[in-house]
């Protein structure tokens, strides 16, 4: 995995300004519309568009960055990946619910709730801090999968995914650094009132489809790019 090769993908490209402002614009409207559901059409049109990405650097594209196509094809490609991912983030969102729960029902004396309070942290957030660090590369290895043949079930073969993970233990590592590293630098970038949040907001799926794309090729290997059709003579 190289860092020169993330940034190249962006600046490399005449368009990159134009494709991570049409991310950022989507990005912004999906977050904002989220509780009320609407924005999970957005979300449905980045995962498309993170897939496509991931798919064209397993094609060693020169321009990894696929241009903002039909908004209704990008959903369609994408609405499978984003189930995928919410089932991944289920154990997440359960417990922050029962947590909440356990929180509100024992919020009228202080000694239970410090009591429950420290329990959930001593107990359960190691475990999901774990859980999080194993599903971050076995996403992006359904990922991967799923950008080169998009049926839903790549995500959910487990042991497939754990072999090709295992079996790459150096890169997954290597991996996980990677993404840790652009989380911290995001979350300073995205510090800065507006223009840092902008930034942010449009680097977020394509830099996340750049990182992923380079370790899906590094653990299954490139993907044959389409063959041009041949030309007829006259």
Do not use: H
């Amino acid at each position: 995995m190289d860092t020169g090769r993330v940034l190249a993908g962006i600046t490399d490209d005449k368009d990159w300004l134009a494709k991570l402002a049409i991310a950022a614009l989507i990005t912004a409207l999906s977050v904002i519309t989220t509780p009320i559901l609407i924005g999970l059409a957005g979300w449905a049109v980045l995962f498309g568009y993170m897939t496509q990405t991931v798919r064209r650097v397993r094609q060693n594209e020169p321009t990894p960055l696929p241009a903002w196509g039909d908004m209704v094809e990008l959903a369609k490609l994408g609405g499978p990946a984003l189930l995928a991912y919410l089932v991944y983030l289920l154990p997440n969102l359960l417990v922050g619910g029962c947590s909440l729960l356990l929180l509100l029902t024992t919020s009228d004396t202080s000694f239970t709730s410090t009591g429950v309070m420290i329990g959930l942290l001593c107990c359960l957030l190691p475990l999901l801090l774990l859980y999080n660090i194993l599903i971050a590369p076995l996403f992006a290895l359904g990922i991967g999968r799923y950008s080169a043949e998009p049926v839903t079930g790549v995500f959910f073969d487990f042991s497939r995914l754990w072999g090709e993970m295992s079996a790459n233990w150096g890169l997954t590592i290597t991996f996980l650094l990677f993404l840790l590293a652009y989380s911290l630098v995001m979350g300073l970038v995205g510090a800065i009132p507006c223009v840092g949040t902008i930034i942010s907001l449009g680097l977020g799926i394509p830099v996340y489809g750049l990182i992923t794309g380079q370790y899906a090729q590094a653990a299954l290997g490139p993907i044959a790019p389409p063959k041009k059709p041949k030309s007829r003579p006259a």
